[in-house]
């Protein structure tokens, strides 16, 4: 096994994994082309909201319903979570001592659910004003972006809590650090997905 | 029970659901029909559950069948689905036939509604239940193996995949037996699919069969084509891959960006009818325009991942039954590639009448023109492949030259169609779905039965019967044109597709023709089934337990017939195209492996079925609003995939003294039989020991 | 009127005596069932179903329509009789067992051939390509028809299951029955008060959608008198196939008439006419209304777009 094969794009595991090296290969490639369909569903769904934007139907618009304050607050918290799931695959990396590891998997799934729970606000108020994906093919089209956005955090969060029982039960073994990787590909991913709306969806509609 | 209980329970059913007590209160012919087909269902159920136990073989069944990672097991049951499949959809295209024969300015015995299932569900059926399993099952067995690898990339996948298959099949049978299907055509067009004009349960089971059908495909895609990109075995660049191999990688690449399309337009439809968003109804904003964008976006690649694989076969099977390299390899791959690539570029051909401007229409109808360019240059490659070979007229290679003689009257009808002034005389009517059919059936259905044929001695160690072969081919290509090309000639006369009854007498005399067909087909059907069953039985005769019948090329037929679980003994090193050819002329055709190691093998695993039968469980409770039933699914679900997530024994040893044992057992096979040559290739003098000259 | 062929069956299999593998067991049946289907539809009149399309067109849209596709059709010949001679040749010639034949198994490129196998089919291509082009646009049928004369207004309204047609020029309105004057080009506005539908008229035009809370167009003119078919294609229930009109193309004074018999028809579509007409039925035959409320096209257009539930 040289040290050119099986180099995958994104953190390296070297020596002392090099068994896990060529495991990871694959099972990282395999995921960087599901996030790949899943960008497709994504943009999808962009260009959808984008052709039902006029679709307001004498109902709540882009202006009307969006607070750029709790959208600010919300994009610092998923990319606060970025950095420190970063910090978490670091530690792995070095082999840091599991705790550090939990920790920073901690902080992250903290950030998470806080990420998770502003935006829900954010749709309760929404729903308060009358802003319900019933009342037009504008506001569906963006329940259907947003929610879908923070449902895959939410699967995001469920699966950084399972990571960090497994790391308590098997501590750091292959498998674990490959999901671990994995995980990580998957958050930065949803990072830059939330960029993409908090561009096209919040700041588009609030120039007006 | 209790009032508010019963839809607490049992969600939105109620007893006139059943189409047995519908039959009971209205005894007409297509509601007896109907009932017919729910109890073929409960009765076939039943009977399959019934022999098993009989025979004690449920063991058996879930050791060997159900829980099972082997990408070639795997590609097995694929097939049966689709052969399961193919029968029903295929029966229901007769009634279809037998009813447009009969209603000429008369009822027919076919009720409008029921008719309208019919042709949702034929479509639906063939298309996500017959096609795609077929081509995924093919590609399954046969691609890790020519590229020399001992499995996929992720057979657990590989396995979950499987099963939502399986599991989405399951919930369109259940659809015969408790509720109907929807009404709306395999495309399932919103406004007429929205609750405002089908509040019942039919779109739904739609939806959701084939969401968990579109899932699988995804993942299948993902599966392949990182099986291609990290699996090939030493010396296996890119451009030494046999054309099977290349065609899958295409298709892979396409099932991974045309599937997400397809589970966006369902899901959008599934917000309208369960929560009443507005993506696609009439009122508060909605668009159907978007819903036709997206379902053809899938729709379009959708129809290149069903021929793709089809073409591959076809590059196999002319070359080995031309005793011949292929001709233009390079030209073959990159035509391939442009073919997945531009199949992303002509989607709106499919809604040239919907009204947006000329110049949209023009564009995208020259985009069309030039997809047919690729194919063009394939179906020459593969003629001057047969150019100074030694032509042998196995079934397969029938298969294949019927095929290149029709399917190039689709690719001309496509290219009519491709004309938008002309498209908007003939869309919509039987002149298209002559063309689909066309371009399905001699492309898709013959390169399928082509491989099925070809392949089917590496899987099972015996050949197909020739004589019923031949006889279900004869069956297959004649009842073709008799039920198809009466329809161009209908479309031509403005007969829309999709209808119940008709009322021009000039129909009368081509709709009996394909009427005819339909019966010819049902014919071809039944007369494979014999083929099958006329193999079995005298399978003694027939063994190639050598692997090689054909004297083919590829790596899967350097092992036994039937193959060991781990394909390979030893995994090979390759030196170019046509690997298995170069060492039978070098004269080393089955070199005994100094060692034998001991192999590692993905170890059996629930999480596939479990998966399978949970999505199914959990569509149904939507499908019928039994909200308790769908969560329960779901989190089960998850749970099922946590759960695998903690399991650490993921492998199983084939300790080095099997391998060498059942390595030392093929190899007494080889010594055994006699080399023969191509002129007793169908007789059982054949024990799969190729006669080659060195080169 | 076309010379009645069956479509052309490209001889396809390759039939001859010897082993198993050396040529195919004859079939009777097959070729019992080829002369069949060959010959019956000459029995049975079948030649009567081109009367119903684009082949007996009665309007300029599709006369064109149909040089189009006899230009396609004459052009594609030449990109399919290829395939169809060189394979039944190329196969039977190098069949196994065939004394003589050179044998190159390894011969697999030829620069020359390649030449051929892309250029020539790509030169087809560019070429239908400017033909396409350009018939797409002078067909488009959003494009008005040149004429003397100005066009017909008809506005044409989707329902389940049936067309209702407005004149707002003559303030009269029907249910599948589209009178036309000969020789003037029509000018069709479309929509639909419930699903997705097609309407279309072979033999003077092709298809458009009507979509609700949308307006599409169609031009088309007859040039002929006669009563031709037209029918909705897009699947809308358990009626669509009963969803037939007749379009009468009259000439100058009778489709005058046709407007003053419409008119004394003493049947105005007024809002319990419409109601009437907006639930599911199919009329067993055509009906005439004397009047039409101002706007009722825009009308119907929002009322297509309101909340059912």
Redesign the interface.
Known sequence: MSAVEGIHPGLNLAHPHAEAQAET??AL??FW??L???A??FA??FA?YG??LH???GGPTPSGVYEIGPALLETVILLTSSFTFGLASIAMKHGAPRRRLLGWLGVTLALGLAFLVLEVRDFLTMFAQGAT?????????F??LVPLHGLHVAAGC?WLA?MMV?VV??GI?E?VRI?VLRLGLFWHFLDIVWIGLFSVVYLQGLIR | MNAPLWPAVFGRFGWMDLPFVRAWQDPSVSEIIGAGAGGLVVFGGLAVVVLVTWLGRWGYLWREWFTTLDHKKIGVMYVVIAFVMLSRALVEAVLMRMQQAAAINAPGFVAPDHFAQLFTTHGSIMIFFMAMPFLTGAINYVMPLQIGARDVAFPLLNAVSLWLTAGAAGLMMVSLVIGRFSTGGWTGYPPYTELAFSPDVGPDYWIWAVTLGSIGTTLSGLNFAVTIYKKRCPGMDLMRMPMFCWTSLCTAILMIFAMPPLTVATALLALDRYLGFHFFTNDLGGNMMNYANLIWLFGHPEVYILILPAFGVYSEVISTFSSKELYGYTSLVIATMAIAVLSFTVWVHHFFTMGQSANINAVFGIATMAIGLPTGVKIYDWIWTMFRGRVRFSVSMLYSLAFMMTFVLGGLTGIVLAFPPLDYLVHNTLFLVAHFHNMLIPGLLYGMLAGYNYWFPKAFGFRLDETWGRISFGCWVAGFYLAFMPLYVLGAGGMTRRSQAVFEPAFRPWLYIAGIGALVLLCALVTLFVQLWVSIRNRESTRVPVGDPWNAGGLEWSIPAPPPEYNFAVIPTVRDRDPFYVEKEAGNAYPRPKRYEPIAMPANSMTGPALGVLGAVTAFGLVWHMWWLAGLGLAASIATIIARSFVRDLYRIVPAAEVGRIDRRWRKEIDRAKPIGRAVEGTPANRGLAEVEAA | MPECSVADRPASRIRGPGSRHEGLPRSPIRRLLRLVSAGAPLLLGGCDVFKLGVANHAGPVAEAQWHLLLIVGAVLVFVAAPVWLLTPLIAWHYRIGKKGNVYKPKWTFSWPLEGLIWIPPTGIVIGLGFVLWHYTLALDPYRPLPSSEPALEIQAVALDWKWLFLYPEQGVATVNQMAIPVGRPVHMSLTSGTVMQSLLIPQLAGQIYAMAGMTTQLNLAASRAGSFRGENTQFNGLGFQNQKFEVLALPGEDFTAWVARARAADRPLDSGAVDGLMKKSVPPEPILYSSVPPNLFQTLIARAQEPSR
């Open positions: 290969e694959t490639f395999g082309v599901f790949m369909s899943d497709v569903i999808l769904l959808t052709v039902m679709a307001t139907v994906p019933m009342r037009s093919g504008y506001l569906s089209s329940f259907a469920l399972v497994q039960v098997f073994d498998r999901n």
